[in-house]
Each structure stands twice: as structure tokens, then as C-alpha cells.
């Protein structure tokens, strides 16, 4: 396998488009370019004279060519497809939306607001999670406030609730891991959405 560099941006598209923990980017490209592993050479080929004789974005040639990257993709995993007796959180994550937030507190937001879209029915049930001193989910923000100093609480975004964000990654790890456990996702199911932060 050969190593190539490629910039940021196709690296964040490359990595929005993981379904897997470990996934390599070769993986990647050739699901989306609808390859083979027995003709993949001769079709990147073709896709690459194709993107050039038919003045196609020039996105598509690079990633025709970032086929033979290797990256390590097995903690940047963003989306996994699984079914669940209730509507699949990851059908309500923006992948491009989520690669693009720059902090932590962004993607747990957004995070949080496909919880609360794929389960908006049951979704009370996370402001029972709490640590010893304070909640960590409430239904308005002066709940939050009252609960304790420095709490910094934010609306989960197109949601009712608002949720503390003055706490570690560790922490808000902890906190997505126990929201998902709440609503009746798969410990498999709880792993991934608590990686996407």
C-alpha cells in the first residue's frame, strides 16, 4: 500500500463517511466509488481521466487518487448504520455538520439533538441522569442554574431541554454514554455514539 498526503478537507470527508471502527480510508473510497477490490485500480484510473476529459469537481479526481491512502481512522468513526427498535440516531446525524464543529461542546450538542430527534418521545428520561451535586439535564435553563455555580447551560438544539456544558470530554462522554443507555440503545450502539465526540 502506498502513503500519500492529502489536506484537511478531504481528510474530514474521508472520515465523515466512516460506517466502522477501524475502517481504513481505502475502504472508504471504494464504497463510495462504488468499486471492487479485483478491478478498483483500473476503475480509480478511468474515474481519474473521467473527472479531467469531463470537467467534474475536482473532488472527485482527489479522492479517486486518495484510494491508495492508508489513514487510521479507528477513533474518528462518525456514522454507523444499525437498525434499533426505535428510529436510529445516526439517521439524524449530519456527518459534514458534525466533521465541521470545531469544538467539543458542538458535537456534543449536536449529538444530543439527534438523541432528541430519533427519540423525542422518551427523551425525558435523561433528566434523571445527575452527579452527586448537580443535574445534568433539565427542562429549562433556570433548572440547570439553580442546580449549581458554573454550570453553563445551552438548549440542545430543535429540543425542550437544555443540558450542563461546563464539564470535561471524559465527562460529557459519560453523560451521552448514559442519555443513550436511557433510551434503549445497544451497548454496541452506546460505544459509537459516545465516540463521536
Known sequence: MKTIEIDDELYQYIVSNTQA??????????????????????NVQKLAINSVSHEE???????SIASSEHVDLA?????????????????????????????VVGRFL????????????????VTEICG???????????????????????QIPESPFWVMTNSNTTRKKMMLTKAATSLGYSVEEVEKIRELL
Do not use: C, H
Not at 481504513?24 to 462504488?34: D, G, K, N, P, V
Not at 449536536?110 to 418521545?121: G, K, Q, S
Open 21 to 42: 471502527i477501524g475502517e481504513s480510508a481505502s475502504s472508504i473510497l471504494r464504497r463510495l466509488l462504488a468499486l471492487s477490490e479485483a478491478n478498483g485500480a483500473a
Open 57 to 63: 469537481p475536482a473532488e472527485v479526481k482527489d479522492e
Open 75 to 103: 477513533e474518528e468513526t462518525t456514522q454507523v448504520s444499525k437498525p434499533t427498535t426505535q428510529e436510529s440516531v445516526f439517521n439524524f446525524i449530519n456527518k459534514e455538520e458534525l466533521a465541521m464543529q470545531r469544538g
Open 110 to 125: 449536536l449529538v444530543l439533538a439527534a438523541l432528541y430527534r430519533a427519540n423525542p418521545e422518551n427523551f425525558s428520561v
Open 132 to 154: 452527586r451535586d448537580r443535574l445534568y439535564f433539565a427542562n429549562s435553563e433556570a433548572e440547570l442554574a439553580a442546580s449549581g455555580s458554573s454550570i453553563k447551560p445551552k
